[in-house]
């Protein structure tokens, strides 16, 4: 293998993962994402069809979440 050949497959082993590592982690926070709106949604309507929403609930886990770092 001559050391041109050598970048190429490196190159390519590195953009190959690098998109599928992308790919990877997007699922992830997409998931991530729609789990969290889910629990808000179904912590504010307390199992009712429709919920009256506030600014006070998201300040309220905005500060808890700021006092855990």
């Given at each position: 293998m001559k050391f041109n050949e050598l970048v190429?497959?490196?190159q390519s082993v590195q953009s190959a993962l690098q998109a599928s590592t992308?790919?990877?982690i997007n699922v992830g926070l997409t998931i991530?994402?729609?789990l969290i709106g889910y629990y808000i949604?179904?912590?504010e309507q307390k199992g009712?069809?429709?919920a009256k929403y506030g600014e006070a609930?998201?300040?309220s886990l905005d500060l808890s979440f700021l006092l855990c770092l």
């Open positions: 190429k497959q490196i992308a790919h990877t991530r994402n729609w949604v179904e912590f009712e069809d429709k609930l998201l300040q």
